[in-house]
């Protein structure tokens, strides 16, 4: 009976161009009757939200956004069904819950260069920001783990301008920054395709495309499995280690070492101009 009276509420006298649609809302607290309902083609989402706030009748009035089709209803009905050459004898369904204000600004960090490149890890809160001075800045908030605090509170560059940023999201549950944990052999099941070992044991894909940085800690277990597209891959690696100056040394296990009395090269890090609004960068 409520139904009937909400679409007699919100339908026009006459014939009208009908929809038939079915509510559907995850949340008890708003779920209404999942019945097919026959609507008037000419309601938008203002006019929808009247409704299911009609059928629940909550103490207060309840705005609702509408999903269809897995895409926010921007239109009318009738639209969204013309534009998806969708018959009118269909069932549209039509998933809502409460609208999402518009996002309040707490805080802002002004950069002090154009901002060419963007980056965020959802884990930790992590923001990175590639700018046209050639800094790649890391912003973690108060509430961030130790380890995304020091790194935050670093500035590395370079003079060319990031025009690309990608940062590796380690697994839910993953200690001091690293993913999997593994020694010698890869796990059961990594190769050939789909990988089920890898994903299995914790790995996570990271796609870039050419022309990417991906720059990760060394703690961070990785590996690059074979290419078996019919495109060519070519990739420049770098590892930047600190020196015996700040208390590190190479380990001797690792596979990777320079022919014996041959150390490392040192890689100074050049005085640069303060960038505005910066801090100046020192000699290492």
């Given at each position: 009976a409520d139904a009937l009276v909400a679409i007699g509420a919100v339908a026009m006298a006459g014939a009208e161009e009908q929809v038939i649609v079915r509510f559907v809302s995850e949340v008890d607290e708003y779920a209404v009757n999942d019945e097919p309902l026959e609507l008037p083609a000419r309601l938008t989402r203002y006019g929808l939200s009247e409704l299911v706030n009609h059928l629940l009748r909550p103490a207060r009035p309840v705005p609702f956004d509408f999903l269809a089709g897995g895409e926010l209803l921007r239109t009318s009905l009738r639209k969204f069904m013309q534009l998806r050459a969708l018959s009118g004898e269909a069932t549209l369904e039509l998933r809502y819950f409460p609208l999402?204000?518009?996002?309040?600004?707490?805080?802002?960090?002004?950069?002090?260069?154009?901002?060419?490149?963007?980056?965020?890890?959802?884990?930790?809160?992590?923001?990175?920001?590639?700018?046209?001075?050639?800094?790649?800045?890391?912003?973690?908030?108060?509430?961030?783990?130790?380890?995304?605090?020091?790194?935050?509170?670093?500035?590395?560059?370079?003079?060319?301008?990031g025009s690309a940023l990608c940062e590796l999201a380690p697994p839910a549950g993953a200690e001091h920054g690293a993913g999997a944990r593994w020694e010698g052999a890869l796990p059961d099941g990594s190769w050939p395709l789909p990988c089920a070992g890898l994903?299995?044991?914790?790995?996570?894909?990271?796609e870039v495309r050419a022309g990417d940085l991906v720059c990760f800690p060394g703690l961070l277990d990785h590996l690059s499995l074979p290419n078996h597209s019919a495109a060519a891959r070519h990739t420049f690696q770098l590892h930047l280690v600190e020196g015996p100056g700040a208390g590190v040394r190479w380990s001797k296990s690792n596979w990777l070492q320079?022919?014996?009395?041959?150390?490392?090269?040192?890689?100074?890090?050049?005085?640069?101009?303060?960038?505005?609004?910066?801090?100046?960068?020192?000699?290492?």
């Open positions: 999402v204000g518009e996002p309040e600004l707490t805080s802002q960090q002004e950069q002090p260069d154009w901002i060419s490149a963007l980056s965020s890890r959802l884990a930790d809160g992590l923001v990175v920001t590639g700018c046209y001075d050639g800094v790649a800045r890391v912003f973690a908030p108060p509430a961030a783990s130790a380890a995304a605090q020091a790194l935050a509170a670093n500035e590395d560059g370079h003079d060319q301008t994903f299995a044991a914790g790995f996570a894909p990271v320079y022919p014996p009395g041959v150390g490392f090269p040192h890689v100074p890090r050049p005085a640069c101009q303060t960038p505005q609004g910066g801090r100046p960068r020192e000699e290492v």
